[in-house]
């Protein structure tokens, strides 16, 4: 409980560095289609069963033997999404995940823990000039999600804006 605490202090001092802390939910909706963004100063309005979570992360966490892996995963649109457990970033969008993940879930996020592919060539190492589109996607760290259809990337998003505002665009949607 302490993390989480934490977290949103953490949470509420880099969105105010990055002029994010006007976003405000509106109390009628948590998806309100008037807002820049779904991530919140109050973690506690995204609040869902955690066991329910749970399960959906449990069925939904691959263990990537191969970097295309990603590629075969299932039919149709689907997130993979990156992260690690010391990420503090990666914390601060917890929350968002979850509920996306409980209320809405489709597209489904599927859920890869990032110290368990670092051999994969995923991640861009530090002076890699060697790197070209032939070579497959990339990821600049975490937190990132690529968007799949179909068996092809579409795109790649690496950082809690971006994840959120891909999110917030699906939810709205659904």
Do not use: H, W
């Not at 002029?19 to 820049?36: A, F, K, P, Y």
């Not at 859920?111 to 861009?124: A, M, R, S, T």
């Amino acid at each position: 409980m302490c993390k989480k605490r934490i977290a949103m202090i953490i949470s509420v001092i880099v969105l105010n560095s990055i002029g994010l802390s006007g976003c405000q939910v509106n109390d009628e909706t948590l998806l309100n289609g008037n807002q820049e963004s779904i991530v919140e100063i109050d973690q506690d309005k995204f609040v869902v069963d955690q066991s329910i979570f749970r399960q959906i992360k449990d069925d939904q966490t691959l263990k990537l033997q191969d970097k295309n892996d990603v590629f075969k995963v299932d039919e149709g649109m689907y997130y993979v999404y990156f992260t690690t457990a010391e990420c503090p970033f990666c914390e601060m969008l917890d929350s968002i995940i979850e509920y996306y993940a409980v209320k809405f879930n489709q597209p489904k996020i599927y859920f890869v823990d990032g110290d368990q592919c670092k051999e994969l060539d995923i991640f861009i190492k530090e002076n890699d000039k060697n790197l070209t589109k032939d070579s497959g996607y990339t990821l600049s760290g975490v937190p990132s999600m690529l968007v799949i259809e179909d068996g092809e990337l579409k795109e790649s998003l690496t950082g809690i804006e971006l994840i959120n505002d891909e999110l917030k665009r699906q939810a709205i949607g659904s």
